[in-house]
């Protein structure tokens, strides 16, 4: 038989105060498993072995979140012994705690978020760990560095990270995909029966809303297009990337960073978007040539003048120059008057723009940009002749001419 009983220990110094801790008795052996949860004595009931609410009413809700915790803890004290008495082994009350304490060490949020980071790494998934990575960044932040236990996410910490979130003004879609990441982890954890499914994200935003999409019509790409930069080299080459961008279907910038030399064969491009593994073709077309040849040198493997020098860490090279693009086409977006930001993802949704005005259909357009079931507002076909979607490009840049 095995029994767990919650203890509180006064501690020495008056008015100090004490820590609760668990006695675990089994075979008639005891042993004390402490904790860091510290109350006053005023705050404790000896013949009930519970908290209490004193009068100081600014501990009320470290009191209730001490309470939660001791059920957690006791909670799972009473898995653990379970699952030891199911394995037909003979255990010892050190054993039991041992267990308790190396589950602290693994299922905190933290620890365990670390773990998934570390794990989509080594399967080459880098993009999606750099946004469980910022998610928990995001979530160190609000907690103070302050980890918590798996079991301890719940909905009234998801509200107040919410909360938080909007008291520094961030917007709907990036709360919601900071709480998505979030539960997703939770989610893995459940798989996993690590913990039970409480449903902390009920009463927090996980949708998307819709966003205004910054596309321009054909005149100003022409207008884009025409701008004499030659006195502004910085400048011009980040227009010549959101053309590249524009004319290879609105490739992502990632992607276009990564086309390698020998992704260009017979007069197309075939490569997989790094977001979702999908393989695309594209014909290369004579626009695209005269761009690229306006920047020969390049001593990498790849072929846009992105990532140009070997030896260097290629995301941060493509980070960093993706971001002074961004900067510098802020100052094409001046030159031509034009009032919303510009940014290399304009080119996405300008494309797919330009091809809805020319009557090409959703799906065609939905297989150009290489969108996949993630998306679930896109109807798409599961294949389509590539030559259909380059009819469809070839029809876009003879509207630049």
């Given amino acids: 038989m095995t029994s767990v009983k919650v203890k509180f220990r006064v501690s020495s110094a008056d008015e100090a105060m004490g820590s609760i801790y668990y006695q675990v ?8 498993l402490t904790t860091d949860y510290k109350i006053y004595s005023s705050e404790w009931n000896e013949d009930r072995s519970t908290l209490v609410f004193c009068n100081r009413s600014e501990r009320k809700a470290l009191i209730l979140s001490v309470r939660e915790r001791i059920r957690w803890d006791v909670e799972r004290l009473t898995k653990i012994n379970r699952r030891l008495d199911a394995s037909g082994l003979s255990y010892t009350a050190d054993d039991l705690i041992e267990e308790f304490n190396r589950y602290a060490r693994e299922y905190s949020l ?7 980071i570390a794990k989509l790494k080594q399967n080459g998934k880098i993009r999606t760990s750099e946004t469980y990575k910022s998610t928990l960044n995001s979530f160190k932040r609000f907690r103070d560095d302050d980890d918590i236990m798996l079991e301890g996410l719940t909905s009234q910490i998801m509200e107040e990270y919410e909360a938080w979130h909007r008291q520094r003004g961030v917007t709907d879609n990036t709360i919601s995909f900071y709480t998505r990441i979030l539960r997703a982890t939770y989610n893995r ?3 996993q029966e690590i913990i039970e499914d409480r449903n902390p994200f009920k009463r927090v935003y996980t949708g998307i809303e819709k966003t205004v999409k910054r596309a321009l019509p054909l005149p100003v790409i022409k207008k884009i297009k025409a701008l004499d930069l030659s006195h502004a080299p910085s400048v011009e080459f980040a227009r010549d990337m959101f053309l590249m961008s524009f004319y290879l279907r609105g490739m992502s910038f990632i992607d276009m960073a990564f086309l390698k030399k020998s992704d260009l064969k017979y007069g197309s491009i075939t490569y997989r978007r790094r977001k979702t593994g999908q393989r695309l073709v594209i014909a290369w077309t004579a626009e695209m040539q005269q761009l690229l040849d306006k920047y020969p040198e390049n001593e990498t493997e790849y072929l846009l003048p992105i990532i140009r020098r070997k030896g260097t860490v290629e995301r941060f090279t493509c980070r960093n120059v993706g971001y002074n693009i961004n900067r510098n086409l802020k100052k094409v977006a001046g030159k031509i008057g034009l009032e919303i930001p510009l940014t290399l993802y304009v080119a996405r949704h300008s494309w797919a723009s330009a091809a809805k005005a020319k009557g090409i259909p959703l799906s065609v357009i939905s297989e150009g940009l290489g969108h996949d079931s993630e998306t679930t507002t896109q109807i798409y076909l599961a294949s ?10 070839s029809l876009i840049m003879k509207s630049l001419k």
């Fill in 25 to 32: 008795i089994h075979d008639r052996k005891v042993r004390n």
């Fill in 189 to 191: 954890a459940v798989e």
């Fill in 384 to 393: 389509l002749d590539t030559s259909v979607i380059d009819k469809a490009n």
């Fill in 110 to 116: 933290f620890n365990f978020m670390e773990g998934i």
